[in-house]
């Protein structure tokens, strides 16, 4: 955007244009030397190479499913951790913001002695002969671990700023909370849980750590996109370029074409900022 | 068919009892801060007090006490909520806003059409039905959210200061509208508006400080107030003190003479109320029989019609432009405010 075709004052001191342009280029300069390194004759046969697309597919299917299951485990969350106050919910919140902060990795360990073999609910689940570990199934489960904060995040601060006066009067109305829920809550948060699904998406599909650690890298089987290109990476490095150009071009087409406007189902003149 | 309802809130000092009959309306009136939202809150479900019971048409909204912990969900309760701000649903049109309570109520989506569409015509609203709440103006939604309201039948319908929001040109247009959907309706209107209370309301009840300081017709109450506030809101000075067989004592000690209610007993606590137009302003003294005099000093004067008023030491007096220039009125200025005792009405507290 040009700031000087703006009419109004900003009141943003000059040099913080120069230091937001530092910050621009120190964001976008990796990519520009990524695509700078790509193998361009090669490029579409290397990202069509069965592992490359197995691996894309993978990757696509297993994001959507986590992003599905935030939604399903991280709205309800979001809802109790915004609406109904109860002793321990700052407790609750900062559990479930913990796996922000903590590395992959561990995420995963913990999830290995969860689910794992013989972790605390591997074991039982053993015996109903259900394995987790290691698995497509592991895959999805890490992602949902390290992509359910972003959704209850964005959805919690969605729920706090359009606050309960809606639902008040729906309720006066007659309406029973699920009916609330349904026909006023999820409208009026919708952008808010729309941001969220995407965060949580973006996430997931750029998954590696926890994943490499509870789900292993089978082909086909748990090695998405980002496990894919690490292996590459050892070995053919242009190929590694190719598919992270690739996976950089999903997440930008994605949040891309969530973010155009934040217009979904709320009128842009409404109350619900 | 009655409302009758008792509840007592601790931690806001609230505690209050009325009844309301079937197609009754009654106006709130009191300061800032004195319970009026919290009486709604409560009788709409959205906040429960520590003690107390509400019946309305038979059907327990709440019983509560020590043993007692009955509790019903706002939705059933039949009590439709019109807010200061419209709270249109944004996401939805006009329409859909006003089917909402039927639908809710578990009408069909045709059947919650129609409701919606009469109701709209009813607030002169029809014309809007497709349009967006962000499309609306204020006066247009808050329109849209009387119709909504009375969509949904409520038994009971609960108003929030609904003109507070409105400009001036919308306000009298609202009021209108609200004088015709509300006769026949059981209601409570929450105002700061003696218009207001005048137009829509047969009952008031002035509350402060969470509790109920005068109830009556609106008439009785505007034109014999009891409380300070309800004097403010008639436009009248009230001094309230002990009656005596010299008038109405203070308790700072002042004596105010005046035309006593023969039914009054001695040392009974009384009020002494005047109009303001009815206090004469001097700089000195005056020593005539029939008549108060007292000492004040200027805090204020403001311009009121085409009088001015001047307010010292709690009381007002309206005086023309004229005089208040002969006399070189300023605040800070200790006056003598002196009002004859025919024109004071004392009767009790």
Known sequence: MNRRSGTGYTGIPPWIYAIAAAGAVFVLLPLVAMVAKVNWPQFIPLITSESSLTALGLSLRTSTASTAACIVLGVPLALVLARSPFPGQRLLRAFVLLPLVLPPVVGGIALLYTFGRQGLLGKSLELAGIQIAFSTTAVVLAQTFVALPFLVVSLEGALRTAGNKYEAVAATLGARPSTVLRRVTIPLVLPGLAAGAVLSFARSLGEFGATLTFAGSLQGVTRTLPLEIYLQRETDADAAVALSLLLVAVAVAVVGLSYRRPRIGVAPEGAFR | ?349
């Open chain 2, 1 to 349: 068919m009655t409302f009758e309802l008792d509840a007592t809130l601790a931690a806001r000092g609230f505690e209050v009892s009325l009844r309301l009959g079937p197609a009754e309306t009654i106006a709130i009136l009191g300061p800032n801060g004195a319970g009026k939202s919290t009486l709604l809150s409560i009788i709409s479900g959205l906040l429960r007090p520590d003690a107390g019971k509400a019946v309305l048409g038979g059907r327990v909204l709440f019983d509560l006490a020590a043993d007692r912990h009955v509790w019903s969900a706002p939705h059933t309760r039949g009590t439709a909520l019109l807010a200061q701000e419209a709270l249109l649903f944004p996401h939805l049109s006009a329409l859909d806003n006003v089917a909402f309570g039927p639908r809710s109520a578990g009408a069909s989506s045709s059947a919650a059409r129609e409701t919606a569409l009469h109701w709209l015509a009813e607030v002169d609203a029809g014309d809007l039905a497709s349009r967006r709440p962000g499309q609306l103006s204020g006066g247009q939604a808050q329109r849209v959210a009387v119709a909504r309201a009375l969509a949904a039948d409520p038994e009971l319908l609960l108003l929030d200061e609904p003109m507070a929001a409105l400009d001036i040109h919308a306000a009298p247009l609202l009021r209108r509208l609200l004088k015709r959907v509300l006769a026949g309706r059981r209601a409570i209107i929450i105002t700061h508006d003696i218009l207001d209370a005048l137009m829509l309301a047969d009952r008031v009840i002035v509350l402060e400080d969470g509790r109920i300081s005068e109830a009556g017709p609106t008439r009785e109450v505007l034109e014999r107030p009891r409380s300070r506030f309800a004097a403010g809101l008639a436009g009248l000075n009230l001094v309230a003190g002990t009656v005596s067989d010299a008038g109405v004592t203070t308790a700072q000690g002042m004596v105010v003479a005046g035309h006593q209610d023969g039914t009054l007993g001695r040392g009974q606590e009384g009020v002494a109320v005047f109009a303001p137009s009815a206090v004469s302003v001097f700089l000195t003294e005056e020593h005539g029989s029939p008549r108060n005099s007292f000492p004040v000093k200027i805090t204020d004067l403001e311009p009121h019609g085409d009088q001015i008023r001047v307010h010292a030491g709690g009381l007002s007096a309206d005086i023309t432009p004229a005089a208040s220039a002969d006399l070189g009125l300023t605040p800070g200025m200790t006056v003598y405010f002196v009002i004859k005792a025919a024109a004071i009405a004392i009767y009790p507290a």
